[in-house]
């Protein structure tokens, strides 16, 4: 089936790092535009940041420049997330997606990131 998980979210103090991973199956992934998005409770789902088909170009939220990196790995149908310097209010349910061909949509399941000390 086409499907995205999420791993690697989890409790973090202020100003540590975690890394997302996001594995990708039952489509060409490598064809397949990729984005990292987050929703906070009471808060609307934002762009964190995306990555091209194959990869050459990346975007990010403002706020997240400069701490944030995301990369993804074809051989692997792997797309990750580098978190730095975390904030407490960045918080919230970290979730994968995919852009495919002809405009098709895939989400994963989220995973949950807690910045607190």
Known sequence: QVQLVESGG?????GGSLRLSCAASGFA??????RWYRQAPGKERELVAGISSPGGS???????KGRFTISRDN???TVYLQMNSLKP?????YYCYAL????REV????TQVTVSS
Request: charged share 15%.
């Open 107 to 110: 989400w994963g399941q989220g």
């Open 58 to 64: 990346t975007n990010y939220l403002d706020s997240v």
């Open 75 to 77: 051989t692997k149908s």
């Open 29 to 34: 992934f490598s064809s397949a535009s990729m």
């Open 89 to 93: 209010e960045e918080t919230a349910a």
């Open 10 to 14: 989890g409790l973090v103090q202020p």
């Open 100 to 103: 495919r061909v002809f405009g």
